[in-house]
């Protein structure tokens, strides 16, 4: 299916685990990024790529990984879940010329940290 | 920090009324976009206005940008149950990172 798709859509984990969440897009877009959305924070950027095997630190990094080995994937891992990353994911992809066009987002990956 | 405000925070209106949200930003932007969130999804890309333009429409939308008072304005004309959904602008600085605000709920009363 063309899109952008998300796995899994929800995630239960204990602190200090790790977890990886999924991100998928079929548009060969340049651009991906990564979101958290919290209540009073509206969406942070965590992390973004501009290509493959090329990211870049966004508002909130700390706590996070991510790699971009294929144009078309971008996983987000927490390497050692936090209560703190409660919260809803959401991974997006774009293009750009001179400057961004509009954003496509994934449902959301709604992960709790117990 | 960069991150677009928007304003109000909540919003609630009749149905047929127009709706008015703002955002306002602190340093120079190269593009401000409107995204549109429905209840428990991800965001849909609404409009987007380049810091050269004033004024854009796209159907019941119009987006207006005063780059003097570093804000932008949303419009949505005859509002309809459907546009019940949190609006959140994003801002691309000159340094090529987007920000998104906090978002304003909208809730369209029948």
């Known amino acids: 299916d063309a899109g952008i798709t998300q796995s899994p859509r929800y995630k239960i984990t204990e602190t200090g685990r790790q977890v990886t969440l999924m991100c998928h897009q079929t548009w060969s877009h340049s651009y991906m990024f990564w979101y958290r959305q919290d209540l009073g924070h509206g969406l942070r950027l965590i992390y973004y790529s501009a290509a493959a095997d090329i990211t870049d630190k966004g508002e909130v990094p700390d706590g996070y990984v991510v790699s971009r080995s294929k144009t078309e994937n971008f996983p987000l891992t927490l390497e050692s879940a936090t209560r703190s990353q409660t919260s809803v994911y959401f991974c997006a992809s774009s293009e750009r010329g001179v400057t961004f066009y509009e954003q496509y987002f994934g449902p959301g990956t709604r992960l709790t940290v117990t | 920090s960069q991150q677009g405000e928007e304003d109000p925070q909540a919003l609630s209106i009749q149905e047929g009324e127009n709706a008015t949200m703002n955002c306002s930003y602190k340093?120079?932007?190269?593009?401000l976009q409107w995204y549109r969130q429905n209840s428990g999804r991800g965001l849909v890309h609404l409009i987007l206005i380049r810091s050269n333009e004033r004024e854009k429409h796209s159907g019941r939308l119009r987006v207006t940008l005063d780059t003097s008072k570093k804000s932008s304005s949303l419009l949505i004309t005859a509002s309809r149950a459907a546009d019940t959904a949190s609006y959140f602008c994003?801002?691309?600085?000159?340094?090529?990172?987007?920000?998104f605000g906090k978002g304003t709920r909208l809730h369209i009363l029948p």
């Open positions: 994003a801002k691309e600085g000159r340094d090529d990172k987007i920000i």
């Open positions: 340093t120079s932007i190269n593009n």
